[in-house]
């Protein structure tokens, strides 16, 4: 085990469609994310093509350091499929042919009505030593091979795969090699309207390091995460420092955090819409249908959304909300007076309980001196209550601008159900 206090984790994942950027690596966040709580740290993240000599240096470079490698990628049937091959040369190991991983190959197919094709008994070839992983989902098994003090961990590179893989029986296999030391619990608390000098303020001393738990913060266009770790003697100790932590900045950040169990903004409302027996019905320009896009990723969402309409031109805002003219022609499709008419609009036709509207320019163009690229107005229409709306000035690109007003629009429906 190396000299540090945590085990330490690198990762290397393998492809050219990798290295070019053409596929993003979803499997190293999913590995370093899971491992945290086991008390592994991760370290470093490779990404190597496919040649056999780069992956043999990177993995030779990997386990020279760490006490826990992974590879994800390269264990399919072909011939540019060069993992196991790479890992055998790389630690010195024959490649052995084990006829027991075929079956569960053979019997993949023959679920999908088909015959396994010759190549894929390729996929039954190990390194010596190497103990097999079971694959689930797929025609791949992985392998755990250790070498002196580390542990060399392969799997598949589909995502979906890879992950029922280590949660079946990498997670065990680690618990058990690196299990009876102190345990590390791990949160993600979820903040939005705030900026990441603004949280990084409030915290203040909540953000040193040398602290137990550690907070780090996280930036995206949706908000800042705080991702905090603490180490105990059991998970449950860990869990109350936490606990404590988040109290703390609660008091400090107030309702800028929407969730404290990773849960997305759109899970959020969808929840607090389902207790109260409320029902929501959006109306989107900017946007593009962003709004509801996200409130119906939500499984259950049946119970409280009603529909979602795109009024992209004047004329649907006029025909379809009932946005009367004279607002259009005296303020313009972006204002908060065409915003509020737009959310009372699709709320008064629908009855729902709730309407939510957006609408703003995205740019690139269309921004003028008085109406910049990324003004945006979000409004709430309230059945027996008064409309919100509000302005926002959001920067960045036009990607950046709707994924923020989408965000917004969200975040004005959270602060209304929580009484803020």
């Known amino acids: 085990m190396s000299n540090h206090a945590r085990p330490e984790v690198e990762i290397v994942a393998v492809g050219n469609e990798l290295l070019t950027g053409d596929t993003l690596d979803t499997n190293g966040r999913f590995l370093t994310r899971a491992v945290e709580p086991l008390g592994l740290a991760p370290r470093f993240k490779h990404v190597a093509g496919d040649r056999e000599e780069d992956v043999i240096l990177v993995l030779r470079d990997a386990a020279s350091r760490a006490d826990v490698v992974f590879v994800t990628g390269g264990l399919g049937p072909t011939e540019d499929d060069l993992t196991r091959k790479s890992v055998a040369r790389a630690f010195d190991r024959r490649l052995i042919f084990h006829a027991e991983l075929v079956p569960p190959i053979r019997d993949y197919f023959a679920r999908a009505g088909q015959e396994m094709p010759p190549d894929n008994e390729r996929q039954a070839l190990l390194p010596s030593g190497a103990k097999p992983v079971p694959n689930p989902l797929g025609t791949a098994p992985g392998f755990i091979l250790e070498d002196g003090r580390t542990s060399v961990i392969v799997l598949p590179g589909v995502p979906r795969e890879m992950r029922a893989m280590y949660e079946a029986s990498v997670h065990p296999y680690l618990a058990s090699r690196f299990g009876g030391g102190d345990t590390w619990a791990v949160r993600t608390v979820m903040t939005t309207g705030v900026s990441e000098s603004k949280v990084n303020e409030l915290l203040g001393g909540l953000l040193d390091l040398s602290r137990n738990p550690q907070v780090g913060l996280t930036a995206s266009d949706l908000g800042v995460d705080l991702r905090i770790r603490a180490r105990a003697a059991s998970r449950d100790a860990a869990r109350a420092m936490i606990d404590a932590l988040v109290e703390e900045a609660r008091a400090r950040l107030g309702p800028a955090i929407y969730s404290e169990t990773g849960e997305g903004l759109e899970q959020v409302v969808g929840r607090l819409l389902a207790e109260r027996k409320k029902t929501l019905s959006i109306a989107e320009s900017c946007t593009g249908g962003l709004i509801s896009e996200r409130i119906t990723s939500v499984s259950g969402s049946s119970a409280y959304f009603d529909r979602g309409i795109v009024t992209y031109s004047n004329e649907s805002k006029e025909a379809m909300l009932d946005v009367p003219r004279p607002v259009l022609i005296a303020h313009g499709a972006v204002s ?7 959310a009372e609009g699709i709320r008064r036709s629908t009855e729902t309980d709730f309407g ?13 001196a008085g109406k910049p690229v990324g003004l945006v107005y979000v409004a709430l229409a309230v059945r027996g209550g008064e409309t919100r709306v509000k302005e926002h000035r959001f920067p960045g690109d036009r990607e950046m601008v709707r994924a923020r007003s989408a965000q917004a629009a969200l975040d004005l429906l959270r602060l209304y159900l929580t009484g803020c």
């Open 356 to 368: 939510l509207s957006v609408t703003g320019i995205a740019g690139p163009t269309g921004g003028t």
């Open 336 to 342: 908060p007076e065409t915003a509020c008419a737009m």
